[in-house]
């Protein structure tokens, strides 16, 4: 495994939130995220009042040149960070209270869901959260969803329909439920930007 990736999963530390005793500041926000979201899914794409949706969501987590593709979802989208001409396609799932972050050049392909919260299965009221990574140049397949506390390494390929539970390392491809590495690509063959 990855140096940089086992670095990282020590640092992810899992927090609890319970949902019943949300402030209203919190309140107030998720219904701010919830009308903005809504508003982006009923404009006409990559237009002016578009973009300024985007940047109201997002403000300085929008990083040049990345693209969304409507419809978006979720929860916390505030806590979503996006590089640099990254590519979203439609209907991503960001349930985003432990935080996503999304690397430059990363490609997220259509209804992929990120998920970095989950409700504790004893107490329902509580969510255990942990960020989720997405490294610069990852690709991440149709339908796959990526799990809390789950990094996907640098140039790694997610396949469609995959369910990820654990780090994928830079440069491997992983597919399945759960998503295994089948692959290792030659890090050499690689041209970037």
């Given at each position: 495994?990855d140096?940089?990736?086992?670095?990282?999963?020590m640092e992810?530390k899992e927090?609890?939130?319970?949902?019943?005793?949300?402030?209203?500041?919190?309140s107030?926000?998720w219904q701010?995220?919830t009308k903005?979201?809504?508003?982006i899914?009923h404009?006409m794409?990559f237009?002016?009042?578009?973009?300024?949706l985007?940047?109201?969501l997002?403000?300085n987590?929008l990083?040049?040149?990345s693209?969304i593709?409507?419809?978006?979802?979720?929860a916390c989208?505030?806590?979503?960070k996006i590089?640099r001409n990254v590519?979203i396609?439609s209907n991503?799932?960001?349930m985003a209270?432990?935080g996503?972050t999304?690397?430059d050049?990363?490609?997220?392909a259509?209804?992929v869901?990120?998920?970095?919260?989950?409700?504790?299965?004893?107490?329902l009221?509580?969510l255990t959260?942990?960020?989720v990574?997405i490294?610069?140049?990852?690709?991440?397949?149709?339908?796959?969803?990526?799990?809390?506390?789950?990094?996907?390494?640098?140039h790694?390929?997610?396949g469609?329909g995959s369910?990820?539970?654990?780090d994928v390392?830079?440069y491997?491809?992983?597919?399945?439920?759960?998503?295994?590495?089948?692959k290792m690509?030659?890090?050499e063959k690689?041209?970037?930007?």
């Amino acid at each position: 495994m990855d140096t940089e990736i086992e670095v990282r999963k020590m640092e992810c530390k899992e927090i609890r939130v319970d949902v019943r005793t949300a402030s209203i500041k919190e309140s107030t926000e998720w219904q701010r995220q919830t009308k903005i979201l809504f508003q982006i899914n009923h404009t006409m794409p990559f237009t002016d009042e578009y973009n300024h949706l985007l940047k109201e969501l997002f403000g300085n987590n929008l990083g040049d040149g990345s693209m969304i593709s409507p419809p978006l979802n979720g929860a916390c989208v505030g806590s979503v960070k996006i590089g640099r001409n990254v590519l979203i396609n439609s209907n991503l799932l960001a349930m985003a209270r432990g935080g996503i972050t999304i690397e430059d050049n990363a490609m997220i392909a259509a209804n992929v869901q990120l998920i970095s919260n989950n409700h504790d299965p004893y107490d329902l009221c509580t969510l255990t959260c942990k960020p989720v990574l997405i490294r610069e140049y990852a690709w991440v397949g149709a339908g796959a969803t990526i799990l809390p506390g789950v990094c996907i390494g640098r140039h790694a390929i997610v396949g469609a329909g995959s369910v990820v539970t654990k780090d994928v390392p830079d440069y491997a491809v992983a597919v399945g439920n759960p998503a295994k590495v089948i692959k290792m690509l030659d890090k050499e063959k690689f041209q970037e930007d």
